[in-house]
């Protein structure tokens, strides 16, 4: 239970200075303005400036007041950014007030946001700024640049203005941490990620220089090059925890039903939790076990005090009492959260669910699965679910299968679905096929060799997914004899109760392996990834072993907690520890709300 | 009063984003409405029968810990725990701090009030260039300055960030190039550093191409949409669309830009420009999301019919389209007979949501509810639904199944199954399998008599042995081992009826009967 670290793992760096650097920031641009001020905050920003600053500081540097923007469907984009400022400057001036306005874009102002100022004339009424605030390290081994709008606007849109922000993030990293000795990457964005921060770097030439490595490997990753591992249901109780509450920016709002009291509560999870610590990488079903055992544990510590003496009684109440109030709280709300969790997931017949993703991951009743996907639509258990499975069993069996999903959701999905297209979240569908029912589409599938041929523009982004041959190469289906031991895990699979290692952890798990792409030519290929993949070593002496045996990996467009925990336990299996940065913690919901195009 | 006034926003949100999220939550919320129509539709599944003694387990921990609750909470004040308020919120976090003050949120209030008439303030268009930004861009750039890290915390001038500390102090005017002579590498290295920066010397068309091309190699979005906003301004369309078809990152940036902005004229040109027909027609499709007003986007949706979509996304359309045709008819009559109050089921079970925009099984659902014995020729009735839309037989059983059960209505039920061969015979047969039907009814509270009906016609005996014992059909399950002559299966069964009850005895009649020839 709950792995040690093996003795010689590196120590992590310390990130809280990233912290520090962006509350100094902070205060930096509220002293911009002297005075007495109010603030308007966006409420997406509103966790991560939690993270960062609180309202004494805030009150500190003069704040008076605080709004929160809310993005009510009723304000249309454009609205929020000119609109805001422009009513709240006009309503100033019947008042008769003089007032000094400032917009603050985070992490930095974009060209055409400050186009539409000007374009509305107020442009001069107010001055903008950024907070270059992108690296939120919410754990000691997370860092997330809080950018869910990554995914789409690059892997849907096509737009590369995020880019700049993680070529930034990696360089402020770089000139923190020391330079990165070995670097590796796959994807196009991933690509041009690298190429414009060793720009950068060149442009500032030599301040990371003679500096000394602590971190020894990065690894930048796209995540178009494994759809697949982020449309599965989490098994892992942190991704269970994420896909059930939806962790947001490292904190979970519990509900009545897990605190067994009438309030939410808000609950931190990190490494500081003890309890969640142990079981965060766990498998779902081992997690119950060692709650149990915890909970007797805890028991019999209290029960000592039961004769014991003055003396030793005043000793148990200065020096453990409290360590074990804290303890029971943890145990009691993770106690709570896993049977809300049983019983929102045996209400979703999850068994079967798993059942069916599972099939598809191997490949085989692809029939029986279709039909399961069929009447879970039929069901209409969510359109977002539905959607998923569907994703999952196009890239799987590398066609497209659609289902009559319109009819069920709304006709608006229609749009849905071209955006699923686009993004090679659902694959190219051979010319001329409009078959509806699945099944006659399936049983087509299974020997489709008819390869569309891509005309359109858009789909340079889109592509055939050729998992069933990469799984093959890769192995990401172990063989299994027997049961699959989910208390000792021998494999990455485990976070996905054994059945599938994760595509994104095998690669770079093989990459690391090689110290290159060396004899990988094939699945790079397959994944569509010749061009973009990239090995870059600086013949560097100075970095000394515990370096090397750090890794900073990169996800571009989200990773999942399941991924997360599959290569921490990679770090356990070699005697390395990962460091992870991600543009946002993700799992398949939000991939896919992030696709959904609905809007009354 | 302050004199100032902050607003934080995250980048590109303003322009697109904020669009995207509200378009989740209104997701959300449709599926909440839907629920409403569809609690009756959603199965209650299997437990994890095998985890069933983890469960167990952990509800013993959990009594364990519970027990020693009283123990523990006899002081709360030295917890270590986050402070937090009664709304759940960390006392003193900022979400918190904001709720406090939610009370007096005036001014947000008449922030919104003047939204509606931004128009007529447009006049303040003319107002003086900005007086002093800082730039900020150049945080984090490393070179040690006299003097630049002045506003940072003392407890980093032991660290090595100390050297790579923001220029603060300097305003951006020092910065301002008014020299005209930047290459267009120079000039786009300048613009990703957020400098300003005119772009107005490029003039010629290869220059500006040659600006474009150099942005587009460095990667960075932003700069290149800034060069689109400047070529778009001073190039004709015809030729910036034609540059642009050859140059795809590009043309990717203006159409993503052009989304943003909502320029959906010249989206829709650029698009017919580049012959891409069903962008084209989703494009304009999408617009029909703005409209709130059901005529008018049954207006524009019938616009939206015979657009060059593909030939399955059309016979979507057209669905999508008479789908609302239907709905405002069948909303207005509804409306009426609500609120004129002489209809019994509308006066028992009143409607809790508008059916307009409504997905077609929920209004099948809906039909089958309010509507479920009108003759076919009516828009409402539900065969008529089945026929016009072409609902699989499937789908339409399930959908009526779970309305009519919902009212309670069990002889519906009964005819749903029910059919009969030319010789008079009744026959039941469900499309769906009876095991989905005894879910179903077990959903909307059936009672056993009914439930025990339906599970009886499930031809699988183990399913039907599960089902019988799941929703407690004491007499299917006992007759079940029976048939079986499975004697250990009754004798188990047997400590899981009540004490004394007639199950009891009927089981224990059989167990004494000496006319069966039990396998064990």
């Known amino acids: 239970m709950a792995f040690p ?60 007041k605080l709004y929160k923007v809310e993005n009510k469907p009723a304000l249309t984009s454009v609205e929020l950014c000119f609109h805001l400022p422009l009513s709240l400057v006009n309503a100033d001036k019947l008042a008769g007030r003089t007032r000094k306005y400032k917009v603050i874009f985070s992490p930095q102002k974009f060209y055409a946001c400050e186009m539409v100022l000007e374009e509305e004339g107020i442009y001069g009424d107010v001055s903008c700024d ?33 880019i700049n922000t993680v070529a930034q993030a990696l360089h402020l990293l770089s000139t923190l941490y020391g330079p990165f000795p070995n670097c590796y990457g796959i994807g196009r964005c991933a690509k041009m990620a690298y190429e414009l921060w060793r720009n950068l770097e060149e442009e500032e030439d030599g301040e990371t220089k003679g500096r000394r490595p602590e971190i020894g490997h990065i690894f930048l990753l796209d995540r178009d090059v494994d759809f697949v591992t982020a449309l599965c249901s989490q098994v892992v109780y942190e991704g269970l925890v994420d896909d059930t509450f939806r962790i947001k920016c490292g904190s979970v709002d519990f509900g009545p039903e897990v605190t067994s009291s009438d309030k939410s509560l808000k609950v931190l999870l990190n490494a500081e939790d003890k309890v969640f610590n142990e079981i965060r990488n766990e498998h779902f079903s081992n997690v119950f076990g060692f709650l149990s055992q915890k909970a007797r544990n805890l028991q019999a510590q209290y029960d000592r005090r039961r004769g014991m003496d003055i003396k030793q009684m005043k000793n148990f109440v200065s020096q453990e009492l409290k360590g074990l109030k804290q303890e029971h709280r943890l145990l009691s709300l993770h106690i709570g959260a896993c049977e809300s969790i049983m019983k929102k997931k045996t209400k979703q017949d999850f068994q079967e669910l798993i059942k069916t993703e599972h099939a598809l991951l191997e490949g085989f009743n692809i029939r029986e699965s279709t039909s399961y996907i069929e009447e879970h639509i039929d069901r209409q258990v969510s359109p977002i679910e539905s959607l998923r499975l569907m994703c999952l069993l196009s890239i799987t069996e590398n066609g497209d299968a659609r289902c009559s999903l319109d009819t069920h959701y709304g006709p608006e999905h229609l749009l849905t679905f071209s955006n699923l297209r686009r993004a090679g979240l659902l694959t190219e569908q051979a010319p001329g096929d409009t078959l509806t029912a699945v099944e006659s589409k399936v049983s087509k599938l299974v020997t489709d060799k008819a390869a569309g041929k891509i005309t359109d523009a858009f789909s340079s982004l889109a592509k055939r997914s050729n998992f069933r041959a990469i799984s093959k190469k890769l192995n990401l289906i172990p063989r299994v004899d027997g049961e699959y031991d989910l208390k000792v895990p021998r494999d990455m699979a485990y976070v996905f109760s054994g059945a599938y290692v994760p595509l994104s952890c095998r690669i770079i798990e093989q990459v690391l392996e090689r110290r290159s792409w060396q004899g990988l030519d094939e699945v790079v290929r397959l994944l569509n990834c010749s061009d973009f993949a990239f090995t870059d070593m600086t013949k560097e002496d100075k970095a000394s072993s515990e370096s090397l045996r750090l890794i900073l990996v990169v996800f571009l467009g989200g990773c999942t907690f399941s991924e997360i925990s599959a290569l921490r336990f990679l770090g356990r299996e070699k005697g390395y520890r990962f460091i992870f940065l991600t543009t946002a913690v993700t799992n398949s919901a939000r991939l896919m709300e992030a696709m959904s195009e609905v809007k009354a | 009063t302050t004199t100032g006034l902050i607003l934080f926003f995250q980048s590109g949100r303003p322009l697109g984003a904020g669009v995207r ?128 890290f002045q506003s940072l915390s003392d407890a980093l001038s032991d660290t090595p960030a100390k050297s790579y500390a923001p220029e603060l102090g300097r305003p951006k005017g020092e910065y301002r190039d008014y020299s005209n002579d930047w290459s267009p590498s120079d000039t786009v290295r300048r613009l990703r550093k957020g400098k300003v920066c005119s772009l107005e010397r490029f003039r010629s068309l290869q220059d500006k191409l040659q600006l474009l091309e150099e942005a587009v190699s460095m990667h960075d979005g932003n700069v290149i949409t800034a060069v689109l906003i400047f070529l778009k301004r001073t190039l004709s369309k015809e030729i910036l669309f034609r540059e642009l078809e050859v140059r795809q990152v590009a043309l990717r940036h203006l159409i993503h830009f052009l989304k943003e902005i909502g320029d959906q004229k010249l989206l829709l040109d650029l698009f017919r420009f580049l012959d891409r027909t069903e962008e084209l027609a989703l494009s304009h499709y999408r617009e029909h999301l703005n409209i709130r007003d059901p005529d008018k986007r049954k207006e524009f949706l019938k616009t939206c019919i015979g657009l060059p979509f593909s ?61 479920y014995t009108e003759a076919e020729g009516t828009f409402s009735s539900p065969i008529n639904l089945k026929k016009t839309f072409k609902i699989p037989d499937k789908q339409y059983v399930l959908t009526a199944l779970a309305a009519r059960a919902k009212l309670r209505a069990w002889n519906d039920v009964d005819a749903l199954f029910t059919t009969k061969n030319w010789l008079g015979y009744t026959k039941k047969r469900a499309p769906i399998g009876f095991h989905r039907v005894v879910e179903i009814l077990h959903k909307n509270n059936a009672p056993v008599q009914i439930l025990q009906e339906y599970v009886n016609l499930v031809e699988d005996v183990d399913t039907k042995l599960n089902l019988a014992t799941k929703f407690k059909c004491h007499d299917v399950v006992i007759d079940t081992c029976r048939d079986l002559k499975d004697r250990q299966q009754l004798l188990a069964y047997r400590s899981k009826v009540d004490k004394g009850s007639a199950e009891e005895e009927k089981i224990d009649a059989l167990l004494s009967s000496s006319q069966i020839r039990w396998k064990n």
């Open chain 2, 311 to 371: 030939a399955e996304d059309s016979a979507h359309i057209q669905d999508h389209y008479t789908l609302l045709e239907r709905q405002i008819i069948i909303e207005a009559n509804d409306r009426h007979l609500e609120s004129a109050g002489q209809t019994e089921i509308f006066r028992k079970h009143p409607r809790k949501a508008s059916i307009l925009n409504m997905p077609l099984v929920t209004t099948l659902f809906y039909s089958c509810f309010y509507h």
């Open chain 1, 130 to 162: 950024e907070w270059a605030f992108s690296l939120l390290p919410l754990d000691v081994d997370l860092l997330s640049m809080e950018l869910p709008e990554f995914f789409r606007d690059y892997f849907l849109e096509g737009d590369q203005r995020w």
């Open chain 2, 21 to 148: 999220l509200g378009m989740g939550l209104r997701m959300n919320r449709t599926k909440g409405d839907e629920e409403e129509y569809w609690n009756s539709s959603k199965f209650k599944a299997f437990t994890f029968d095998d985890e069933d003694d983890e469960l167990s387990q952990l509800k013993e921990s959990k009594r364990a810990v519970n027990s020693l609750r009283d123990f523990v909470d006899d002081d709360d004040d030295d917890d270590d725990l986050e402070r937090v308020s009664w709304s759940g919120e960390p006392v003193g976090s900022i979400s918190w701090s904001i709720k406090e003050t939610a009370g007096n949120s005036g001014s947000s209030h008449e922030g919104r009030e003047q939204l509606k008439s931004r128009n007529s303030f447009s006049s303040y268009a003319q107002l003086p260039k900005p007086t002093s930004t800082y730039s900020l861009s150049s945080f984090f750039r490393g070179r040690t300055r006299p003097g630049s």
């Open chain 1, 5 to 64: 670290h093996r003795p010689d793992a590196p120590e992590l760096p310390d990130f809280s200075m990233l912290k520090r650097l962006a509350r100094d920031q902070l205060i930096y641009l509220l002293e911009q303005l002297p005075g007495k001020k109010d603030l308007f905050i966006e409420a997406d920003l509103m966790s991560p400036l939690d993270r960062i600053a609180n309202v004494s500081i805030l009150k500190q540097h003069e704040v008076d």
